[in-house]
């Protein structure tokens, strides 16, 4: 059983940075993917980074790509999502996943474990 925790989000003008941050519980953390989801009111989760148990490997879409940036500290059992660059469109509630398993699946239904959100608002 993993318990997952989200801290960070906020309101940010465009331009702006933000990191957010995911702790774990649970004592076989270090072998889990991790990920990183967005989700708009009324629209389906999106994937937006994702992260090897050895955090080895990411992976992230183009929307993303080259923004946003996951690492993860297993000693510490949290995951890091580094947004920059911020855009309005970015604005969502980002939801940390887990799932243990050693690929990196974009679909959210491949996650077994969720946190309950962090709000990040891109705005001037």
């Known amino acids: 059983q993993v318990q997952l925790v989200e801290a960070g989000g906020g309101l940010v003008q465009p331009g702006g940075s933000l990191r957010l941050s995911c702790a774990a519980s649970?004592?076989?953390?270090?072998?889990?993917?991790m990920a990183w989801f967005r989700q708009v009111s009324g629209k389906e989760r999106e994937f937006v980074a994702g992260?090897?148990?050895?955090?080895?490997?990411?992976y992230s879409p183009d929307s993303v790509k080259g923004r946003f940036t996951i690492s993860r500290d297993n000693a510490k059992n949290t995951v890091y999502l580094q947004m920059l660059s911020l855009k309005p469109e970015d604005t969502a509630v980002y939801f940390c996943?887990?799932?243990?398993?050693?690929?990196?699946?974009?679909?959210?239904?491949?996650?077994?474990?969720w946190g309950q959100g962090t709000q990040v608002t891109v705005s001037s």
């Open positions: 996943a887990a799932d243990d398993r050693f690929n990196v699946p974009y679909n959210q239904y491949s996650y077994a474990y």
């Open positions: 992260i090897t148990w050895k955090g080895g490997s990411t």
């Open positions: 649970g004592r076989t953390f270090s072998t889990y993917t």
